[in-house]
């Protein structure tokens, strides 16, 4: 009868205990493998079904169809296409070290090809299958009710071997997820064995039976210390890579790289593409063509044949070393061993692992005993029944003639001789022809039998070290029979892939312009001088003039600095290429640029080997020193170059330059320092640096500037007015980083100087602006004494809020080896 009382909760509550009702549903009962047989529930019915109903590897194939209708009817009430899935799955060679159904039709394909539907295919248990479920009759396991109660079906299979370890497991929960690999199945027992032996072995000492994962597909395992963690603890990381050779075809013109191996779980067929895609783009230089020769028949399939053609010149393992770092080829695996053990997820390594094996099989054998021994002796008490009766069988025979039926006969059998009533049924369940032909010899040599298979029993009981041997004796029975040689072969410590870009692009001289508005470009050198060969006949967008110009070459780097403190790197070979009088494309089309982004240094880098060092500057007089080594990588995306102090302070310009020499600076309010380059102690990229210049309250640094330890040339300010100064930079003193400075132009109380530009060239054009350019010739003001007031080179009343330095077409090569200027606001090497 239904309550009419009505419950509050709030939904926060019931949703609370429903979602958490899910997800251990989820853990325990879907998705994580059970630590004792490695295998998830769906797993566990599908081949226990087919064990029930004598779909076993003697028996001939039946479809597939008939099994799942069975799986899903008794056993598993959940879609008949996850079924399906799982089975297959069992039975494909490349995704089990061990295939525990055998199939039979077409159920799928390293291409990832999908299997045939189940009304086509057929299946059975493997002949290792069968020792997951051997003895399973025994009482070894416990079992449960179905889910409408009207079946049994095991909590846990038998598992005579440790199928978790050998054929790994992979599965999504709840805020779980466990990724297992596959293992050799020799070396697994042999660790479980030397496990029984000496419980306290240490983790070193597994690892001399298991010495990591063991795929299916083959492949190259590199990275022992993520293996011996993962062993540990439960998580780890290594990578697999493809098994290559090379081919060389007598009189040929080309070389064959060839993959006769491919990591595991990798989709050849997509491999194949990832491959044809570089091959097609010209991004390997020397490769030509991409085909897979694998045979199409099953057993065609395991001998994996992709041929990479390339020039009987080209590096190999340049190649090679590419498509590892940019293809499958290579891949990232992750141990994630987490398991249910006890009624809980675990994360547990190697060694816990195999003792909850362990103790699982000595539970199973245990149980097995127990029943041997009881149907044992229950057997020898009937013989010596038996026996007994043989004797006296005439009065046997009498006393049944005498007897009304036969619970009256068992009575006067069992009163009248001593017998038990086991004994009297066993007696009475004799025909009477058969009395006479009972062999007492027979009889009592099957007693002896049985007496030692009890004792025999009884000892195991007994003894530890007897239980131990006798699962010792079944693993390496199973061992012998079912083991193969280990196909994946264990490397080292993780292989540094070292990539010779110029073997794998097209390298070519060009030259790089970068525009105030952001639009970059790559020009051959040939397109350039078509043209003039002058900055005068780039083209651009109306209004906008070229900051950066570099003579570069497309293998090497370029490097992006913005005033947050980021930087992107990327080949110049990324470069849209473009004719000289094409205005290029805008760099967020290049790097991924934020919307309050700007680039406030720009260089190109051939080798980041080089004793240089990348200078930051920022606004509020801090100046940071870092290795240019710290900042080679493979990586577009944004990452740190320097860190800021302060929230409103930001980078104005960066740079490129070795220990040697000085630095220059100057700040807004027209204060100037000079001091060595080694007073900056280097720092790691994550760093913000230290006092460069000490500022006066609303003062800020405009720029700095590596500078010669004895240089000629004149220091050029210009302000706001249009006012230019130039000051011989020997005039201004060296002094210790950190200290006020001097004055660069004189001061004016009333209206005082901004200044917003410096430069050091010795003839320099610069440019200011009133919604246009307009020329100004600084070559006529002359070098005076530091502190002077300069001279003003445009109309009264125009503002210069903005400028350029003309670029030299000419330049030699800067300190991060490649041509190029630009304003100086960033240029590394000026």
């Known amino acids: 009868m239904l309550s009419n009382q009505i419950i509050k909760q709030s939904f ?89 159904i055998q199939g039979h039709g077409n159920f799928g394909s390293l291409d990832a090809d999908p299997p045939a539907a189940m009304r086509y295919t057929e299946s059975r248990l493997s002949a290792l299958a069968n020792e997951l479920l051997r003895d ?41 997820a466990t990724d297992i690999p596959t293992h050799n199945l020799g070396e697994v027992i042999d ?31 590199q990275g022992l210390s993520g293996i011996r963690k993962a062993f540990e603890t439960g998580r780890g990381q290594f990578i697999i890579r493809g098994k290559t050779h090379v081919e060389e075809p007598k009189g040929g013109k080309i070389k064959k790289i060839v993959v006769s191996e491919i990591p595991y779980e990798v989709v050849k067929s997509k491999l194949v593409g990832q491959i044809d895609e570089l091959v097609m783009d010209r991004k390997i230089e020397g490769a030509l063509a991409v085909r897979d020769e694998t045979g199409r028949k099953e057993a065609e399939q395991k001998k994996v044949r992709i041929v990479v053609d390339i020039r009987k010149e080209a590096d190999e393992q340049a190649i090679l070393n590419y498509l590892y770092k940019n293809t499958d080829l290579q891949i990232y695996y992750n141990y994630n061993m987490n398991v249910i053990h006890e009624g809980t997820i675990r994360q547990m390594g190697l060694k ?36 007994r009766a043989k ?50 010899v027979k009889l009592e040599k099957e007693l002896a039998t049985l007496a030692k298979e009890i004792e025999e029993l009884k000892s195991i009981l007994a003894s530890e070290k007897k239980l131990i041997q006798v699962i010792t004796g079944e693993l390496n029975e199973i061992k012998k029979k079912y083991a193969e040689e280990r196909l994946t072969e264990i490397q080292g410590e993780i292989e540094e892939i070292k990539i010779d870009i110029a073997m794998q692009i097209n390298a070519e001289d060009c030259i790089v312009t970068l525009t105030n508005e952001g639009y970059i470009k790559r020009t051959s050198p040939r397109s350039f001088k078509s043209v003039g060969g002058t900055l005068e006949t780039c083209g651009v967008k109306e209004g906008d003039r070229v900051r950066y110009f570099m003579e570069t070459n497309t293998s090497h780097t370029a490097l992006f600095f913005t005033q947050d403190g980021k930087y992107f790197a990327t080949l110049v070979n990324a470069f849209p290429d473009d004719k000289w009088k094409d205005i290029g494309s805008a760099l967020v089309n290049i790097i991924p640029l934020e919307k309050n982004q700007r680039i406030v240094g720009f260089t190109i880098v051939e080798n980041f080997k080089q004793p240089l060092y990348v200078y930051h500057v920022s606004k509020n007089g801090l100046m940071k020193k870092t290795a240019l080594s710290e900042y080679e990588t493979n990586r577009s995306s944004a990452l740190v170059a320097a860190k800021l102090k302060a929230d409103n302070d930001e980078f104005v310009n960066v740079f490129v330059a070795d220990e040697a020499g000085a630095i220059l600076g100057a700040t807004k309010d ?11 102690s280097a720092t790691g990229r994550a760093s913000s640096g230290v006092k460069a210049i000490v500022l006066a309250s609303g003062d800020g640094v405009i ?61 320099v054009y610069a440019w200011t602006s009133q919604n246009e350019w307009s020329l100004v010739e600084t070559e006529q003001v002359i070098v005076n004494e530091q502190g002077g007031i300069g001279r003003l080179l445009v109309e009264d009343g125009v503002k210069a809020v903005a400028f350029e330095t003309i670029l030299p077409t000419d330049s030699p090569k800067d300190e991060a080896s490649a041509k190029g200027s630009g304003d100086g606001a960033g240029t590394a090497g000026q």
């Open 12 to 100: 926060a509550e019931i949703m609370g205990k429903r979602f958490g009702d899910y997800a251990n549903l989820v853990i325990l009962s879907r998705a994580i493998p059970d630590a004792r047989d490695g295998l998830k529930p769906v797993q566990r019915r599908i081949l226990y079904a087919m064990y029930q109903e004598g779909n076993t590897n003697d028996k001939p194939y039946r479809k597939s169809a008939k099994t799942v209708g069975y799986v899903m009817g008794t056993y598993h009430p959940h879609g008949d296409s996850a079924i399906y899935e799982t089975m297959v799955r069992m039975a494909q060679w490349w995704k089990m070290r061990q295939v525990l």
């Open 136 to 176: 399973i009759e025994k009482d070894t396991v416990t079992f449960i009710p179905n889910y409408d109660n009207s079946a049994q079906q095991p909590a846990v299979l038998p598992s005579r071997f440790p199928n978790l370890l050998v054929n790994g497991a992979a599965g999504i929960a709840v805020g779980f």
């Open 191 to 221: 660790a479980a064995v030397a496990q029984m032996k000496n419980p306290n072995i240490s983790l070193d000492e597994l690892m001399q039976h298991v010495k990591g994962p063991d795929f299916p597909t083959g492949g190259i395992v």
């Open 352 to 387: 816990a692992l195999l003792g909850a094996y362990i103790d699982h099989q000595k539970e199973v054998v245990t149980n097995r005993c127990l029943y041997d021994l009881n149907r044992k002796q229950s057997r020898e008490h009937i013989v010596e029944g038996l026996i």
């Open 391 to 440: 004797s006296i069988l005439r009065q046997i025979v009498d006393t049944i003639m005498d007897s009304e039926d036969r619970a009256d006969a068992k009575k006067n059998i069992m009163e009248k001789y001593g017998f038990t009533e086991n004994q009297a049924d066993a007696i009475l369940s004799i025909q009477l022809a058969s009395l006479t032909r009972l062999d007492i």
């Open 670 to 680: 027209g204060m100037g320092i000079r001091f060595q380059r080694s007073e900056v």
């Open 703 to 763: 720029t700095m500037l590596p500078i010669e330890e004895d240089d000629s040339r004149a220091f050029s300010l210009l302000t706001a007015e249009g006012v230019v100064k130039r000051t011989a930079i020997a005039a201004i003193p060296l002094q210790a980083r950190a200290g006020k400075g001097v004055q660069l132009i004189r001061k004016r109380k009333n209206n005082p100087h901004e200044l917003v530009a410096t430069f050091i060239e010795e003839t």
